[in-house]
DNA sequence: CTGTAAAGTTAAGCATGCTTAACTAAAAGG
DNA sequence: CCTTTTAGTTAAGCATGCTTAACTTTACAG
């Protein structure tokens, strides 16, 4: 009971620092590279779930096909993305990163894990560890938590 | 050596989790509340960090002042934020939120942490309690590097 | 007191993202 | 086949955020 409570609070503490942080960063990387918001978030989906087609960037973003079609276009126009027709649908087509695109996405993630430098030096190896582990335990939980949604969806 | 590159590991890939499920959340509450992400994210500040100037709001979203000022505008206007003369300067503004400003920061950080619930009810006591511990030193350490940065400016 | 710097505002103009509406082309169902 | 759905595009129009430039008011330094 009273674990649970802790474990929320810990949790929504680190939200909210980590938030603010994170986000300026992102817009920064993305405005240096002369991408907006959401045609750099665009780029992520597709280096972090692979290729997929437009009906998911409608999805995904919650916009109307036609948005999802012009945001992908610039992206197809400055070399960022392919997109391509789908084989086993002649309507659909598939995104997909190209080099370019792709090198821009771990660049971006190379920035942005900076500042983890800093609050790895200002850490006891000891506390490393448990982070390490307590991160771990996170993240598969999260990621079961999705998996199990994508599912009922289907 | 070896834990700090599993450190690393670990926090990168909670980053990668964390900010896919958490930026689209925050976009959609805001649009929900009829806001825009950079006017939602000055009432984030001001409810995190306290009263500031006009000033402040240039330097944090690196804009022009002329942007801060319509940025605000339409916060003021909306009844979410105060802007009333600082007594030490009366060239400066000072920026405060209404009770509505931060019943509405409130309900926002709410609906974000039901996701923390879900992940909560899959983990054990004992996992949660790592977790809490974990993000404790996560979070003091965060908050210590930005001190320091502060201070650096200053 | 006077000139300069600092804090903010306003207006004009541009880029972007988004929407609706009208369209093309391919798939699917009868 | 022929109709209806589905996937996607294009164009027109609106709201927003942002910038630069010109301005007001207050603080501060000589």
Redesign the interface.
Known sequence: MT??L???????????????????G?K?FAKSCGLS?PQF?IL??LH?KGAFSMSEVRE???ITAAAASQLVDKLVQNGFVLREEDPNDRRAKLLNLTDKGRDLVQRG?QE??H??????A??S?A?????????????E??????QERDVQKA
Do not use: C, P
């Not at 474990?7 to 603010?20: L, T, Y």
């Not at 500042?115 to 790895?120: A, E, H, K, N, V």
């Open positions: 674990k649970s802790q474990f929320n609070q810990s949790v929504r503490a680190w939200m909210d620092v980590f938030m603010q942080r994170s986000m300026s992102w920064l918001m978030s992520m989906q972090h995904r973003f919650e993630a942005r894990y500042w983890i430098d800093g609050i790895s200002r850490l190896e506390d490393k560890a448990k982070v390490s582990v307590a991160l771990g335990i996170l993240t939980a999260v990621q079961a938590l999705e």
